[in-house]
């Protein structure tokens, strides 16, 4: 969870990145792709993913123009966005990324849905909760749009770009919404004795949940910028290339 909003990029990044740069090197050989059953399935994963994200991207307009505010619009996607979310775990190992990267982003994400935001009540009304839901939204939606194009062989440019230029705004904002609505949730964990063991018991175990996620937090500060550049530096590498490739066609 260390970099619950750090890897949100990163796996699509480091995935999109290692696909193109296993055919932009010359005489590098090139892996084989998925079978027709596997790209099958893979396409119909992605279509119904981003159709998930795309009814959650709706669902937060139309309760923000019947409201006329944007404050705790949360509620109103809140059943969906778990859905889908936690559905992301059936990618783990399927998709073109790094199974640790995925794998970890993945838990990360659920983990901030149902350890923090669904379990800490109070901090579902936070402007926090909103502004990670969005940063999430727009990124899954041309995330998995990037995937099915790929997987059909006919990549829009707009989508590419959209994939490795977006982040530059939306990983700040992801991260920013998840510490404000963790450091938001501290006060009634602490309260609570959310999650936490005390001692004495029978397994002489203690654990303290609250100090578990202030480390969360701390551990933003060395993984965000070195996720954050490596980013920049991947988007540079494969938009130059689509750049060069192109006045070559």
């Known amino acids: 969870m260390a970099a619950a ?7 699509g990044n480091g995935g999109g990145g290692g696909r193109a740069g296993a055919g932009d090197a010359s005489g590098t050989r090139k892996k084989k792709g998925p079978g027709p059953l596997a790209t099958a399935y893979l396409v119909i994963y992605n279509v119904v993913m981003t159709a998930g994200w795309l009814v959650i991207a709706v669902g937060l ?9 944007y404050h705790s619009l949360y509620y109103s ?3 969906p966005l778990k859905f889908f979310q936690t559905g992301a775990l059936l990618e783990v190992g399927i998709v073109p990324s790094s199974v640790v990267l995925t794998s ?16 800490v009540k109070e901090v579902q009304s936070e402007d926090s909760v909103l502004l990670f839901v969005i940063a999430w939204t727009i990124t899954e939606i041309i995330r998995y749009s990037f995937y099915t194009f790929s997987l059909l062989n006919h990549l829009p440019y707009l989508i590419k770009w959209a994939r490795y230029t ?13 510490l404000l609505t963790i450091y938001a949730a501290l006060p009634f964990v602490r309260q609570a004795g959310l999650y936490s063991i005390s001692l004495p018991n029978k397994y002489n175990f203690s654990f303290d949940y609250h100090a578990f996620l202030i480390l969360i937090m701390i551990s933003y500060i060395p993984i ?14 494969i938009l130059s290339h689509t750049e060069e490739h192109k006045k070559f066609e």
Not at 5 to 11: D, E, G, L, P, R
Not at 61 to 69: E, I, M, Q
Not at 228 to 235: A, G, L
């Open 5 to 11: 909003a750090a890897t949100a990029a990163a796996k």
């Open 61 to 69: 307009v139309r309760a923000y123009l019947a409201k006329g505010s």
């Open 77 to 79: 996607i809140e059943k």
């Open 104 to 119: 970890f982003q993945v838990m990360s994400r659920v983990f901030l849905i149902w350890a923090v935001t669904h379990s």
């Open 166 to 178: 977006l982040f530059i705004v939306l990983y700040p904002m992801g991260v920013s919404g998840e």
């Open 224 to 237: 965000f910028p070195q996720l954050y550049f490596h980013m920049i530096h991947q988007r540079r590498k």
